[in-house]
């Protein structure tokens, strides 16, 4: 795959500089090797590029919604003829492991797949009306342009869970990725739906800087909804503004997700499903386990169990097919998590294993006997760092589980699975698994978090309706009468 040739501007269908005098340069976090670099977009781009989305759509409206259908497909089909090429670039520039971009190469044509049903879906109703002789008609409209913001852990991913289901509701999409991963976040797409046959300009890239365009990206008067999917301090800054400007905010957040360990669980089972759940791609998910609650009668031979688990994973150069655990994304989140290691000591927690930091390596760290006003188990720890917490009893679990501003995944194991269902229904979250990891995402099931973790549900129905409007048009088949 040409790096090159994506290190590039998408605008109304052609591939161009930003015309901004500022480059960025797209950085391999493993060995600071360039991949490559970008004239960064200015507001003028901003600007052309909604303009692009929106003239577009008009002529997106006009296909037929089975060749609409074929064209999300075929978009399945250039993935899977590049799939080597797209690993490849999941691992230089984000720092994936192999076996984390088979999961996000996985989870993508999944979700463009759903994404390809949605023309045949946009189905109204027909309603009775108080008067008569009057119909009334709802009809399932596309919003019109779609500003989408994705960020940097599972780009490819995140930034087509509300590129393909826009499309395929018929609106026009602008694509801002995160600055670390433009390619795997933004032009890799662009040139997927470019190969698939779009209409030129129904998809815009632009990749660029919020000290290049401010808030121009957010306030544009063409887009109707924002699609954030990040961190919950920028997310809310985004959400307001949005609704400042009249524009649907769609927000994705952060999580500090609650994995909780009933003494009745499997523990060698636990301990697979939890390790999983904290340190796939180094801990960079929103969903992942950032606090395993462990019931006390078990706390000692878990944390024996989890230690061994953890201390054996290999850590090193994610091109490696035995590698678990790359580079953090870059240096700030690596520093991020030292300060907030150390915090976590200071304020009471033992670190049962501590991994060295260098750069952007870090290392396994377990962090026990910390309690739930610790820093540790209050922030997002977004990287290969985790807490447990002992408790008692299923109450003080729950009670734990919900001291939190977040709201967005979880896990419960216990033998026995009702028991497991009662207590994940007290727990605040958007979504919670039984006997299962906390990393969880399926193309038609509602996808969303509660509380600081975000606003909408995506995926299957749910996606459809958050991209869509309902316009309703009355028909007076008579004529009405009217008191003056």
Known sequence: MNYIELGKQFIGGDWREGSSEKVLHDINPYNDEIITTFQIASVNDIDEAYKSAHKA????????????????????????????????????????????AAFEIGLVKNMIKEAATFPLRMEGKILPSTEDGK?????????????????????????????????????????????????TGGTLIGKIFEEAGIPKGLLNVVVT???????????HPI?????????????????????KNYKKPLLELGGNSAFIILEDADLDYAVQAATFSRFTHQGQICMCANRILVQKSIYEQFISMFKEKVAALKVGD?????????????????????????????????????????????EPTI????????????????????????????????????????????????????????LA????????????????????????????????????????????????????????????
């Open 57 to 100: 759509k008009l002529e997106w409206d006009k296909v037929n919604p089975y060749k609409k259908r074929d064209i999300l497909e075929k978009a399945v089909t250039y993935i899977e003829a590049n799939e080597d090429e797209i690993t490849s670039l999941i691992i230089q520039e984000l720092g994936g492991t192999r076996m984390k």
């Open 135 to 183: 119909e009334n008609r709802l009809y399932r409209i596309p919003a019109g342009v779609v500003g989408v913001i994705s960020p940097f852990n599972f780009p490819f991913f995140l930034s087509m869970k509300s590129v393909a289901p826009a499309l395929g509701a018929g609106n026009g999409v602008v694509l801002k990725p995160h600055e670390d991963t433009p390619i």
């Open 223 to 243: 887009p109707r909804i924002i699609s954030f999917t990040g961190s919950t301090q920028v997310g809310s800054y985004i959400g307001q503004l949005a609704v």
């Open 425 to 484: 229904k007290k727990v605040h979250t958007g979504m919670i698994h039984v006997n299962d990891i906390t990393i969880n995402d399926e193309p038609i099931i509602a996808f969303g978090g509660e509380k600081q973790s975000g606003l909408g549900r995506m995926n299957g129905a749910w996606s459809l309706d958050e991209f869509t409007t309902m316009k309703w048009i009355s028909v007076n088949y008579g004529q009405r009468k009217f008191p003056y």
């Open 318 to 362: 994610p091109s490696d097919p035995e590698t678990v655990i790359g580079p953090v994304i870059n240096r700030r989140q690596a520093e991020t998590l030292e300060k907030l290691i150390a915090k976590g000591i200071e304020e009471g927690a033992v670190p049962l294993l501590q991994g060295k930091i260098s750069g952007r390596m870090v």
């Open 209 to 219: 800087d919020i000290k290049e365009i401010g808030d121009a990206f957010v306030e």
């Open 367 to 422: 962090l026990i006997d910390v309690n739930p006003e610790m820093i540790v188990a209050q922030d997002e720890l977004f990287g290969p760092v985790v807490s447990i917490i002992p408790f008692e009893t299923e109450e003080e679990a729950i009670d734990i589980a919900n001291d939190t501003r977040f709201g967005l995944s979880g896990a419960v194991h216990t033998s026995n699975l009702e028991r497991g269902v009662e």
